[in-house]
């Protein structure tokens, strides 16, 4: 497999050659572990910042109870095969 570089690198080099393993390999370096934070928030939009309450608005208190539009949706069955 040849991979084509947008731009050179600083030696000269402009084509990559690797087997499609060696490929797959270096792709899967790159995705992350699971279930981690990618974003990380610091100053005032931090988790435990005292400012925190006065930025971020709160949600109203029936937030988690679902909507009376939605608890009468019904859904389609399925057919049988």
């Known amino acids: 497999m040849v991979l084509t570089l947008k731009t050179p690198y600083r030696e000269g080099t402009t084509h990559i050659v690797m087997s499609p393993l060696e490929f797959i390999h270096r792709l899967a370096a790159l995705v992350p572990r699971p279930r981690l934070h990618l974003i990380r928030f610091h100053g005032v939009l931090a ?3 005292k400012l925190r309450p006065d930025i971020i608005p709160n949600l109203p208190a029936n937030a988690n109870t679902p909507s009376a539009d939605h608890a009468e949706v019904l859904l389609p069955r ?3 095969p």
């Open 47 to 49: 988790p435990n910042a």
């Open 78 to 80: 399925r057919l049988p």
